[in-house]
Protein backbone atom coordinates (compact mmCIF):
# COMPACT_ATOMS: atom_id res chain seq x y z
CA UNK A 1 0.00 0.00 0.00
CA UNK A 2 1.72 3.66 -1.13
CA UNK A 3 1.56 6.07 0.83
CA UNK A 4 -1.08 8.35 -1.38
CA UNK A 5 -3.83 5.45 -1.01
CA UNK A 6 -3.19 5.45 2.70
CA UNK A 7 -3.47 8.78 3.07
CA UNK A 8 -6.57 9.06 0.70
CA UNK A 9 -8.02 6.02 3.01
CA UNK A 10 -7.17 7.76 6.09
CA UNK A 11 -8.97 10.90 4.88
CA UNK A 12 -11.68 9.40 3.73
CA UNK A 13 -12.99 7.17 6.45
CA UNK A 14 -15.26 8.96 9.13
CA UNK A 15 -16.81 7.83 12.54
CA UNK A 16 -15.75 8.24 15.65
CA UNK A 17 -12.20 7.42 17.18
CA UNK A 18 -11.41 4.03 18.59
CA UNK A 19 -10.58 4.84 22.13
CA UNK A 20 -12.49 8.09 23.61
CA UNK A 21 -9.97 11.09 23.75
CA UNK A 22 -11.23 11.38 27.44
CA UNK A 23 -10.07 7.90 28.20
CA UNK A 24 -6.61 8.93 26.85
CA UNK A 25 -6.57 12.36 28.56
CA UNK A 26 -7.45 10.41 31.66
CA UNK A 27 -4.86 8.00 31.40
CA UNK A 28 -2.21 10.74 31.07
CA UNK A 29 -3.28 12.64 33.82
CA UNK A 30 -3.18 9.58 36.22
CA UNK A 31 0.20 8.89 35.29
CA UNK A 32 1.61 12.42 35.79
CA UNK A 33 -0.03 12.53 39.22
CA UNK A 34 1.03 9.23 40.15
CA UNK A 35 4.35 10.59 39.07
CA UNK A 36 3.86 13.63 41.34
CA UNK A 37 2.57 11.54 44.01
CA UNK A 38 5.90 9.35 44.23
CA UNK A 39 8.22 12.43 43.58
CA UNK A 40 6.97 14.05 46.68
CA UNK A 41 7.32 10.61 48.65
CA UNK A 42 11.07 9.98 47.29
CA UNK A 43 11.52 13.75 48.21
CA UNK A 44 10.02 14.18 51.22
CA UNK A 45 9.85 17.81 51.48
CA UNK A 46 13.86 18.10 51.97
CA UNK A 47 15.25 21.35 51.44
CA UNK A 48 17.62 22.19 49.13
CA UNK A 49 21.76 21.97 49.82
Do not use: K, Q
Not at 1 to 29: K, Q, R, W
Not at 30 to 49: D, K, N, P, Y
Amino acid sequence: MSLTSFVITASESTGDPAVNPFVIGGIALGTLLFSLFVLLMIAGGREHS
